[in-house]
């Protein structure tokens, strides 16, 4: 990811973008760990159906 620690630093707001554009997505998917991103990405990319290129992208265009 371009920026993790801007990432890092408004996951929560990303996570509450995320779970309102995919009800299926669990607090257990979007649960971030540093240093596990590419983890992460493999939860979300399950769960909505997307590449993990489309995973990260989406995160970056939530990412205030």
């Known amino acids: 990811m371009a920026n993790k620690m801007l990432v890092k630093g408004n996951w929560n ?12 997505l669990t607090d257990d ?8 991103e590419e983890e992460l990405y493999g939860r979300i990319q399950r769960r909505i159906g ?13 990412n205030p």
């Open 13 to 24: 707001i990303i996570k509450g973008k995320l779970k309102e554009a995919y009800g299926t």
């Open 29 to 36: 998917d979007l649960m971030f760990t540093e240093g596990k």
């Open 50 to 62: 997307k590449s993990q290129d489309e995973v990260r992208k989406l995160i970056e265009s939530f």
